[in-house]
C-alpha cells in the first residue's frame, strides 16, 4: 500500500492525480500483527456483546456464541481424529443450515481449505469442481448423495442419516450431529500452526466474464473482510438482525453471514434457500434490521408492495443491502414510495476480493444513484483502459483494478 500522508489527494473524489490512484476515504483500520494467527481464533476472541449468533429460521433454534464455539471445538476435534490436516480441502455441498457456519470455522481452525458448490449441481459439475479443488472430505445432505454415487470420498451428513439403498453407495463415515456430542475435554486434537497468509478458502467465482473459475483466499484476507463488518458499524444502533437469504457457497453469503457479521455480534437468521413468504415472516418474527438481496427480489417488492405491506410488519426494517446487479433510478425511487422507512444500500464485491470492495454505509451515501458507495477501508483503486493498460482519469470509463489486505491470493 502507498504511503498516502505525501500524496495530493482530491478529498471529494479520493483521487491521487500523480499516480491515478483512488483511496479509499474511510478511516483505515489496523491488521493484527501476530503472523500465526488463523481466522477462527481471530473471530473467537474479538470483542462484542452479542448473544445469539445464529438462528434457524424454519425450526426456530437459536445457536449462541458460546454455543457456537463450543460446537466449533466439538466438530475440529472430529475433523482432526479423520485425519483432516493443514492444506486439506473439504468441500460443502448443501443449502443453507446453521451448521455451514460451524464446518467452515472448523476446517479453518485446522489449517485446512473450505471449498463449496451448489447442491443443485449436476453430478457431472460436482466431479468437474472436485477434480481441480482435490477434496478429501465431503459435507453435504442425504438429498444430494446419489449424485455423489461412485465418490471414493468420505461423506459427513448434515442431517440425520436415513440408510437407503442411494446412500449405501458411498462412505458415510459420520453425521454432523454425532461430532457435535463430541466431548473435547483432555482430548489431543492434531493442529499445525497456521498462518495469516495460509490459504483458507478455495470458492468458485460466478463466472461472469468466463468458465467458474477457483479463487483462494487467505486468512488475512478473510480478517480483512470481517474486520471491515465491525469497522463500518454502528455501535449506537444496538444489536443488529441479519437475514441470510442469499446462499452461504457463494462469496455474498459466505463472506457476510457465515463468518462476517460474526465480529458485529450481529444475529443472523438463517433460510435454507429464498422463499419470498418466508423471508417476509422471518423479518416480522424476529424483528429483522437489515435485509440483503438481489436486484429481482426488490422489484417483486415493489410489485408486491400493498399486499406485502398488509400480511407482514416491516417495521423493524432499517435496510436493504442490494448487490449483484446495479439498481435502476426508478426502481429505487419506486422502492422509496413504498417503503419511505427503508433505505436502500448498495455495495460491489467480488469472490476475488474476498466480498470486499465498495458500499454504502450511511443515509446520505444512500441518496447518491447510480453509485454502489464508497471504496471499502486500506482499499486502492484504478480505472484502467483494458486496450493500453493505462490509468484513466476521474469520470472515464475502464476496467476497475483493485489493491488492499482482501485481495486473493
Known amino acids: 500500500m502507498a504511503e498516502i500522508s505525501s500524496l495530493r489527494i482530491d478529498p471529494r473524489s479520493g483521487f491521487c492525480s500523480s499516480n491515478s490512484t483512488f483511496y479509499s476515504k474511510r478511516v483505515p483500520f489496523p491488521l493484527p500483527s501476530n503472523h500465526a494467527l488463523d481466522i477462527t481464533t481471530f473471530i473467537s476472541s474479538y470483542p462484542h456483546h452479542?448473544?445469539?449468533?445464529?438462528?434457524?429460521?424454519?425450526?426456530?433454534?437459536?445457536?449462541?456464541?458460546?454455543?457456537?464455539?463450543?460446537?466449533?471445538?466439538?466438530?475440529?476435534?472430529?475433523?482432526?481424529?479423520?485425519?483432516?490436516?493443514?492444506?486439506?480441502?473439504?468441500?460443502?455441498?448443501?443449502?443453507?443450515?446453521?451448521?455451514?457456519?460451524?464446518?467452515?470455522?472448523?476446517?479453518?481452525?485446522?489449517?485446512?481449505?473450505?471449498?463449496?458448490?451448489?447442491?443443485?449441481?449436476?453430478?457431472?459439475?460436482?466431479?468437474?469442481?472436485?477434480?481441480?479443488?482435490?477434496?478429501?472430505?465431503?459435507?453435504?445432505?442425504?438429498?444430494?448423495?446419489?449424485?455423489?454415487?461412485?465418490?471414493?470420498l468420505p461423506i459427513v451428513l448434515l442431517d440425520e442419516q436415513v440408510a437407503t439403498e442411494k446412500t449405501g453407495q458411498v462412505k458415510i463415515v459420520t453425521t454432523i450431529s454425532e461430532m457435535l456430542k463430541k466431548e473435547t475435554k483432555d482430548k489431543i486434537r492434531v493442529k499445525d500452526r497456521v498462518y495469516q497468509d495460509d490459504a483458507a478458502t478455495l470458492l468458485y467465482s460466478s463466472g461472469t466474464t468466463g468458465a467458474s473459475k477457483g479463487v483462494i483466499s487467505s486468512h488475512r484476507n478473510l480478517m480483512a473482510l470481517t474486520q471491515s463488518f465491525s469497522h463500518l458499524s454502528n455501535p449506537e444502533k444496538g444489536?443488529?438482525?441479519?437475514?441470510?437469504?442469499?446462499?452461504?457457497?457463494?462469496?455474498?453469503?459466505?463472506?457476510?453471514?457465515?463468518?462476517?457479521?460474526?465480529?458485529?455480534?450481529s444475529k443472523v437468521v438463517i433460510l435454507s434457500k429464498f422463499d419470498m413468504k418466508e423471508m417476509l415472516s422471518a423479518v416480522e418474527k424476529y424483528r429483522v434490521t437489515c435485509l440483503p438481496l438481489v436486484p429481482p427480489i426488490l422489484l417483486v417488492m415493489v410489485k408486491e408492495a400493498d399486499e406485502i405491506r398488509k400480511k407482514y410488519d416491516l417495521s423493524s426494517l432499517e435496510s436493504i443491502v442490494c448487490g449483484g446487479a446495479p439498481l435502476s433510478k426508478d426502481l429505487i425511487n419506486r422502492f422509496r414510495e413504498k417503503f419511505p422507512s427503508i433505505d436502500i444500500r448498495q455495495g460491489y464485491a467480488m469472490t476475488e476480493s474476498t466480498g470486499f470492495g465498495a458500499s454504502m454505509e450511511t443515509p446520505e451515501e444512500c441518496l447518491k444513484y447510480g453509485s454502489v458507495g464508497l471504496l471499502s477501508p486500506n482499499l486502492e483503486a484504478k480505472i484502467v483502459d483494458p486496450t493500453t493498460g493505462m490509468a484513466l482519469e476521474v469520470n472515464q470509463k475502464g476496467e476497475l483494478w483493485l489493491r488492499g489486505p482482501s485481495i486473493m491470493k
Request: aromatic share 8%.
Open 50 to 152: 452479542g448473544k445469539t449468533a445464529f438462528i434457524d429460521a424454519a425450526t426456530g433454534r437459536h445457536l449462541s456464541f458460546s454455543q457456537l464455539w463450543q460446537s466449533v471445538d466439538s466438530v475440529s476435534t472430529c475433523l482432526s481424529e479423520l485425519g483432516i490436516r493443514k492444506g486439506n480441502v473439504v468441500i460443502i455441498i448443501a443449502p443453507n443450515s446453521i451448521f455451514l457456519p460451524i464446518v467452515c470455522l472448523s476446517v479453518m481452525s485446522l489449517g485446512a481449505i473450505i471449498t463449496t458448490s451448489n447442491p443443485l449441481n449436476t453430478s457431472r459439475e460436482f466431479a468437474v469442481q472436485m477434480a481441480d479443488s482435490k477434496p478429501v472430505l465431503v459435507f453435504t445432505t442425504t438429498q444430494v448423495v446419489p449424485k455423489l454415487a461412485g465418490s471414493p
Open 239 to 265: 444489536e443488529q438482525t441479519h437475514i441470510c437469504a442469499v446462499p452461504m457457497f457463494h462469496i455474498y453469503g459466505f463472506g457476510a453471514f457465515a463468518v462476517g457479521k460474526l465480529t458485529q455480534g
